[in-house]
C-alpha cells in the first residue's frame, strides 16, 4: 500500500512569510510525528499525535510553530513569520502503536528554505 | 549535554570490513532502541529495534545494547557499498510518546 506523502517536497519562501506543510500518514495509523533535521544533524523532535490524546507539543522550538491533525488522518505544520534558521528537512512519521514494535515509517521530507 | 550523543563520522571502510557504530545516551527512562538507515534525501528506514539489553541479530546486522553502561551498537558484517548511508540511532521511552534521535554517523564502503 502506499506509504507516508508528505507535500510540497520542496518549499522557498521569503523571511517573514508563514508555510504550510502537510503530512498524509499510513491509513489506519493512530500515531504521527513530525521532526526537524537541519543539514547534517540528526533528527530533531516537535511534536507527536496519538489518536484522540492531546498532542505532545513538548519539542516544538517556539510559538511560530503549530500543528494540526484531524482524527487520524492528515496533518499539517505551519510555521509563522519564518526565519533563516527554519531552513531544514521537515520529516513526518506514522505508526501503529499497537503493533508492539512501534515501527516508524517516514515520509520523504519537505526541504525547507527560507531566503 | 545531548540525551543522545553519536559520533557523525565520516566513517570510510573497504568493501567486506565489518563496521562498528556506536551511541551513548543519559537518560535512564529509555526502553527502545533503535537504528535507521537513512539515504540521501531519503526519509529514514527502520534497520533493527531492540528491547532493553541484551543483542539481536539480523542477517548481517547485529545490535547490541549496554544498558548498564548507557551504550548501544550496530555491528555491519561483510559491508557492502550499497551500505553506503547515514545510520542513526534512536531511543525512546516505554510509552513511545517521543523519540530521541544521535545526530548520525555517515559510512561510506569503497568497492
Known amino acids: 500500500g502506499a506509504g507516508v506523502s508528505q507535500s510540497p517536497s520542496n518549499k522557498v519562501t521569503e523571511k517573514g512569510k508563514d508555510v504550510e506543510l502537510r503530512c498524509d500518514p499510513i491509513?489506519?495509523?493512530?500515531?504521527l510525528y513530525w521532526y526537524r533535521q537541519r543539514l547534517g544533524q540528526g533528527l530533531e523532535f516537535l511534536i507527536y499525535?496519538?489518536?484522540?490524546?492531546?498532542?505532545?507539543k513538548s519539542g516544538l522550538p517556539s510559538d511560530r510553530f503549530s500543528a494540526e491533525r484531524t482524527g487520524e488522518s492528515v496533518s499539517t505544520l505551519t510555521i509563522q513569520r519564518t526565519q533563516q534558521e527554519d531552513s531544514a528537512v521537515y520529516l513526518c512519521a506514522s505508526s501503529l502503536v499497537a503493533s508492539g514494535t512501534n515501527e516508524q515509517f517516514f515520509g520523504p521530507g519537505t526541504r525547507l528554505t527560507v531566503l | 549535554q545531548k540525551e543522545v550523543e553519536q559520533d557523525p563520522g565520516p566513517l570510510s571502510v573497504p568493501e567486506g570490513a565489518i563496521v562498528s557504530l556506536n551511541c551513548t545516551y543519559s537518560n535512564s527512562a529509555f526502553q527502545y532502541f533503535m537504528w535507521y538507515r537513512q539515504y540521501s534525501r531519503k526519509g529514514p528506514e527502520l534497520l533493527m529495534y531492540?528491547?532493553?539489553?541484551g543483542n539481536k541479530e539480523d542477517g548481517r546486522f547485529t545490535a547490541q545494547v549496554d544498558k548498564s553502561s548507557k551504550y548501544i551498537s550496530l555491528f555491519i558484517r561483510d559491508s557492502q557499498p550499497s551500505d553506503s548511508a547515514t545510520y542513526l540511532c534512536?531511543?525512546?521511552?516505554?510509552?513511545?510518546?517521543?523519540?530521541?534521535f544521535g545526530s548520525g554517523t555517515k559510512l561510506n564502503v569503497k568497492p
Open positions: 534512536a531511543m525512546s521511552p516505554y510509552n513511545f510518546n517521543k523519540f530521541y
Open positions: 499525535f496519538q489518536g484522540n490524546s492531546a498532542p505532545d
Open positions: 531492540t528491547y532493553s539489553s
Open positions: 491509513s489506519g495509523h493512530t500515531a
